[in-house]
Antibody, heavy 117, light 110 residues
């Protein structure tokens, strides 16, 4: 079955960077694109960016354009999300999610990133 | 790219039906058939319950149904059950590999 194993919770200081990993299993990794979505406490999901797993092409939300990097390692069936210049407003649960025909069909379990001095 | 608009709350008694709206624009909901709905319980990841406006994934009860008219999509939950209580989010494809989400609706089963 389709599964995603995300890395563990992180606590970061303002100005730092965070890298979250997402290991996929249960399907052909290179056949599906991936999205990263975050959800701040008590808020709805917020789309961050997309990666074509096959060729590595990416698309980022304009909100994160200058400080977000999404990458993948096909040999490890893993996708990565790195967000830099963190502020308290980046405190949220970060999800990787698989795209199936322009919609998300499966989500990772989420990774809590807390930004606090 | 603004968030889709959902009512913050909805409620109904067991057995009743409730409909949740999701208002977008001609750039997202109104322009694509790729509207999906997710159910989320506290501390859990969202779960897909409707895709392509009105399609149900395998295993999702037929009590859940979706529709769209113009720039607004809707999710109807019929025959409400206690386990339907949770947060519901809509999402739409918005072109160029981008997605947009709604702010969420908290469904309470009275």
């Amino acid at each position: 079955q389709v599964q995603f194993e995300q890395s563990g919770a992180e606590v970061k200081k303002p100005g730092a960077s965070v890298r979250v990993s997402c290991k996929a299993s249960g399907y052909r990794f290179t056949s599906y694109a991936m999205h990263w979505v975050r959800q701040a406490p008590g808020q709805g999901p917020e789309w961050m960016g997309w990666i074509n797993i096959g060729n590595g092409n990416t698309k980022y939300s304009e909100k994160f354009q200058n400080r977000l990097t999404i990458s993948r390692d096909t040999s490890a069936t893993t996708t990565y999300m790195e967000l830099s210049s963190l502020t308290s407003e980046d405190t949220a649960v970060y999800y990787c999610a698989r795209e199936n025909v322009r919609q998300i069909d499966y989500w990772g379990q989420g990774t809590l990133v807390t930004v606090s001095s | 790219q603004s968030a889709l608009t959902q009512p913050p709350s909805a409620s109904g008694s067991p057995g009743q039906s409730v409909t949740i709206s999701c208002a977008g624009t001609s750039s997202d909901v109104g322009n694509y058939k790729y509207v999906s709905w997710y159910q989320q319980h506290p501390g859990k990841a969202p779960k897909l319950i409707i895709y392509e406006v009105s399609q149900r994934p395998s295993g999702v009860p037929d009590r859940f149904s979706g529709s769209k008219s113009g720039d607004t999509a809707s999710l109807t939950v019929s025959g409400l059950q206690a386990e339907d209580e949770g947060d519901y989010y809509c999402s739409s494809y918005a072109g160029s590999h981008t997605l947009v989400f709604g702010g969420g609706t908290k469904l309470t089963v009275l």
